[in-house]
């Protein structure tokens, strides 16, 4: 089993930044990659960023590349999204996920297809 802690987010003003972080913990070998899925409210949970862990490629949802970067530290099983020049639309539900059979591209990959997942981070943006 694996464990996933979250850290972060919180309440920002729209073009600030916040960064989440997710920590891995348990039975971590074989992960193949991590990332966040965010739910707004009355919205489907959707794939934002992910990360492969055996190579470090990263992937973005349309709606938050250029401005979303996901990154991770191995020796600490733990992966980073930072989030710049925060819109409205960003305020969401974030939670982390791992894959032990998805790589790093989340693209078409829904909620269903991951096997670990965190409690969330509430982020919050004001206009």
């Known amino acids: 089993q694996v464990e996933l802690v979250e850290s972060g987010g919180g309440s920002v003003q729209a073009g600030g930044s916040l960064r989440l972080s997710c920590a891995a913990s348990?039975?971590?070998?074989?992960?193949?990659?991590m990332g966040w899925f965010r739910q707004a409210p009355g919205k489907e949970r959707e794939g934002t960023a992910s990360?492969?862990?055996?190579?470090?490629?990263?992937y973005y949802a349309d709606s938050v590349k250029g401005r979303f970067t996901i990154s991770q530290d191995n020796a600490k099983k733990t992966v980073y999204l930072e989030m710049n020049s925060l819109k409205p639309e960003d305020a969401a539900m974030y939670y982390c996920?791992?894959?032990?059979?998805?790589?790093?591209?989340?693209?078409?990959?829904?909620?269903?297809?991951?096997?670990?997942w965190g409690k969330g981070n509430l982020v919050t943006i004001s206009s």
């Open positions: 996920a791992a894959s032990r059979t998805y790589g790093g591209n989340w693209r078409f990959l829904t909620s269903a297809d991951m096997d670990y």
């Open positions: 348990g039975n971590t070998y074989g992960l193949s990659s």
């Open positions: 990360i492969s862990i055996r190579s470090g490629s990263p």
